[in-house]
């Protein structure tokens, strides 16, 4: 039985306002929510049927839903005076992971810690350190002078080293990623940018020099994947074909040859898109990139109206991180980018990683919280 | 100011953002154009590929036609096998593989070798290598729930060569046996897709072209494991043809039994059809040894027998023909006007030529008298043959003789018999590089000196006499019953009917070389016997001395056929150091004679089996090194 009262409260429903009072901002709640649902269908399919792993993602999914809500309801002065302990407590926690982590496939990624669930801290870091530079950078003017640049970037470069040394060269160069984003959105000056994207082409055969046999062959590999089809070319010569054999609507779902027939390698995880390419097709493919967009914007709407310089410095390097996620695992698998091991985000099966993105929608959505709405007034 | 300042700067991170949103659209656009490319433009490219990737063609094989006796036994069939094979292409650690499947099943040190050989033979990639062949159900139950551990492995029902009748068939059948390198060359490539093995000799070679059939195809989906998950479609093979012989397998067992453990080989043929009615060559070997690949050890054994079991007597064993052409020499010697059924001459023991005090000996010390060709054919007179052959001249004879089937290969589906020789001026000069001696004339009388022959080429002369001068080309298949055979032009047909009157007195005369074989005969054989001097024995000087007499003595022989005014049998027999002719190799025909005239049950078509396996086994008892 609706009343006059509550027909008007719902004509006067606004987003703006809802989540400005309550902190969980409705739009990006729904937009995820039917991403991570797409992604849950996507998997039952990509997981060969597996009802059990749709269930336990669906979890994840829930949980991470919870702690977003929950994120979104703190203050964001805690959030700020935090920061730098919680990011002291994360490169503790990845250096523990180099002395005492265990680890599959030559990488030691995962901290075992007894009465906990296995988690990688590297996970903990992909907010910790945005938030740290923002933190770093947001107490004294913006633009940043050089010696608080040079101190940023001694931010960044300690986690990177420190998770590309496990090594996990995917999520270092994504947290590298977040990182600089904060910097370049804190007004960084386009001259020393330039100057420092030299100094970046300048390094790459120093980076070659550090870098793992195996992170070599996938970047040949992506130069020439046909060099090597049964070897390293494998995963993208499969995606490729995933995708292309697709077509504009599919093969159908669960109906998939490429995937449904294990051609397709980590079909549940980092190579997910190639079967919502091959089962669903072009359109399968763009309404993902939709929901994406979706997101992204909606994320940058929230990043204008976040409070303070910490915050629409955090929420926009968050917004951006996200972006390079959806981005990278797009062009590995479309055979753009070398294959890194970059999840899809919402869709790839994987707790940590769908909580972390939760995670991050959360702080964006307490960073755009009113003064007025933390004090209780209306 | 400091309002002013917070402005500033909140603009400076909107302009970033607006900056960063831009970025990030054109690269969302160039995603989007990447994903048309693959998805839009190539699709049929890609979905070309994942139907390659899917979708797998594999090779069915047929089944290999059977081969039947003239009763319709079956004498080689394929038996249900059940095989342990590994593709070695995706197996990481052989040596690991086997120690996993020693720990499962029984496998021996043999089949260790076996395999180990197996795999070392050449083969197209990707073929698997048998690991172990003829596994039990619950050998193979062992294996196949922990298969799934062991990608590479796989367990295939695949048919089988097998001959019932083991060492009795061997040297006229042959046997299948993988590919080799040369045949691998040499095939049609996709005939074989699915065949791994081919005829390597006998009736199996001869006929390996019908016998193997039309390759099937099937379309299947697999895995990216290889694994098969369904089939999506079948062309089916068609199966080989059956090859239908001339063969009679209870006649084969009984010419095994009626050479005992000798060294020898008989041929059997039927005069009608030219067709081999059994052929025997002992000792012989069991051919299923060979199918699966025979262990080096048991391959040693069979090479190394000093009775030489692989040795096909029969097609390739080259022995002196002696006294057993005299009858085909004496109608060359007629029609060449070198003797007449008149001449007669005395023999005292021996021959000279003039002007030369060698004696060429008859085998009877004081000599038979005065001899006509008749009586030269029945008691095997070498003088009057001596004689005769120096008239005749070894250009006549040997172009005379050479209408009976001498001095060349046996044609038609017969594989790997030797050609023998058939001496003269022109072979020894081509051969030796030496002209001829008249010396050499003299020997050629009693089929002595160069002349050599096969049991299969003195059958098929024998044949020649049994059909009154017609000469067929001996062979192991009905499916060459195709012509009449071609008239021996020598003489008429009374010279020819009264020649075999004179070897019919060979049993049944008074005075025949091998009367001793025809006691109590109530049907008429005509033969002749023959005792070929062995003159080279070479290397064997290291045998024990009673050894070296043994294998010094003469090859017994026996030509002849019955019954004699109609001939349904045709046989020619050798037995290596049996002595003479007449004594040893003509009691043998005897036994064969009687039992194709009389024993033989024509209602009841299948020898006994009991008796069957009980032949083999003596058979291949004989065969084997150890039992010696």
Known sequence: MLTATDIGQIESFRPKRFAQRYGVDPLLTLFVLVTALYGLIILYSASGQSLSMVIRQGAHVVVGLGVMAILSQVRRDIIVHVTPFIFAFAILLLIAVLVIGVGAKGAQRWLDLPGLPRFQPSELMKLALPAMVTWWLTRRQLPPTISQLAIAALLIVIPVALIAKQPDLGTSIIIAGSGFFVIFLAGISWRLLAILGGLGVASLPVLWMVMRDYQRTRVLTLLDPQSDPLGAGWNTIQAMTALGSGGMFGKGYAAGTQAQLKFLPESHTDFIVAVIGEEMGFVGVSLLLILYALILGRCLVLTMRAQGHFGRLLSGSVTLTFFVYVFVNLGMVSGVLPVVGVPLPLISYGGTSIVSLLIGFGLIMAMQRTKRVLSGES | ?628
């Open chain 2, 1 to 628: 100011m400091e309002l002013s300042t917070g402005v500033r700067e909140k603009h400076l991170i909107q302009n970033r953002l607006m900056v960063a949103a831009i970025g990030g659209a054109c690269l969302l656009i160039l995603l989007v154009v990447r994903l048309i490319w693959l998805q839009l433009i190539e699709t049929e490219r890609f979905q070309t590929a994942s139907e390659a990737n899917r979708l797998q063609t594999l090779p069915v094989s047929p089944a290999r036609g059977l081969i039947v006796d003239r009763n319709g036994l079956i004498l080689a069939e394929n038996r249900p096998n059940l095989q342990l094979l590994l593709v070695p292409e995706e197996v990481d650690d052989i040596d690991v593989m086997v120690s996993e499947v020693r720990s499962r099943i029984e496998f021996t040190d043999g089949d260790a070798e076996r395999f180990a050989k197996n795999l070392k033979s050449r083969r197209r990639p990707r073929d698997p290598v048998v690991v172990k062949d003829d596994l039990s159900e619950s050998e193979a139950a062992l294996i196949a729930v922990d298969l799934f551990q062991f990608p590479g492995l796989q367990i295939e029902a695949r048919p089988t060569r097998f001959y019932p009748y083991g060492g009795l068939t061997a040297h006229s059948l042959g046997y299948v046996g993988r590919l080799s390198l040369n045949e691998l060359q040499a095939i049609e490539e996709s005939r074989y897709a699915g065949t791994e093995t081919i005829g390597k000799s006998g009736v199996e070679k001869a006929y390996e072209d019908a016998l193997l059939g039309q390759v099937g195809v099937e379309r299947v989906e697999t895995s990216a494991r290889g694994q098969i998950m369904r089939s999506v479609d079948r062309d089916d093979p068609v199966p080989g043809a059956d090859i239908p012989l001339h063969l009679d397998i209870g006649l084969t067992a009984k010419l095994y039994e009626a050479l005992g453990d000798r060294r020898g080989a008989i041929v059997a043929m039927d005069p009608q059809t030219g067709g081999i009615l059994g052929l025997a060559s002992a000792p012989t070997y069991d051919a299923n040894a060979f199918i699966g690949g025979i262990s080096q050890a048991e391959y040693a054994a069979l090479q190394v027998n000093q009775d030489t079991p692989l040795f096909n007597r029969a097609l390739r064993g080259q022995y002196p023909p002696g006294s057993t052409i005299k009858p085909m020499l004496g109608l060359v010697g007629l029609h060449y006007g070198a003797v007449t059924w008149e001449k007669e001459i005395s023999d005292r023991g021996f021959f000279q030529l003039s002007g030369d005090d060698h004696k060429y000996r008859d085998w009877k010390k004081w000599g038979h008298g005065r001899v006509n060709i008749e009586k030269a054919v029945i008691e095997s007179c070498d003088t009057y043959f001596y004689e005769m052959a120096v008239r005749l001249g070894v250009d006549q004879m040997s172009e005379g003789m050479r209408w009976f089937g001498f001095g060349r290969r046996q044609g038609r589906d017969i594989q790997g018999d030797l050609p023998g020789i058939l001496p003269s001026r022109e072979w020894k000069r081509q051969a030796r590089n030496q002209s001829w001696y008249l010396g050499e004339t003299v020997i050629s009388g009693i089929g002595q000196g160069f002349w050599v022959t096969t049991p299969l080429q003195l059958a098929a002369a024998t044949t020649a006499m049994a059909r009154r001068g017609n000469f067929i080309e001996p062979h192991f298949s009905v499916l060459e019953d195709v012509d009449a055979g071609s008239p021996v032009p020598l003489g008429d047909s009374m010279d020819w009917e009264r020649m075999i009157d004179a070897m019919e007195d060979v049993l049944h005369g008074e005075r025949g070389t091998a009367r001793g074989a025809a006691r109590g005969l109530n049907y008429r054989i005509a033969g002749k016997t023959g005792t070929a001097q062995v003159f080279s024995i070479g290397q064997e000087e290291e045998y024990k001395e009673e050894e070296i007499e043994e294998r010094l003595r003469d090859h017994a022989l026996f030509v002849g056929f019955a019954p004699a005014d109609s001939p349904s049998i045709v046989l020619a027999l050798v037995i290596e150091n049996g002595g003479s002719g007449g004594t040893t190799a003509a009691p043998v025909a005897r036994q064969i004679f009687d039992y194709w005239m009389l024993e033989r049950n024509e209602g009841e078509r299948a020898p006994d089996e009991t008796y069957v396996s009980a032949m083999n086994q003596q058979v291949l008892g004989y065969g084997n090194a150890d039992s010696n």
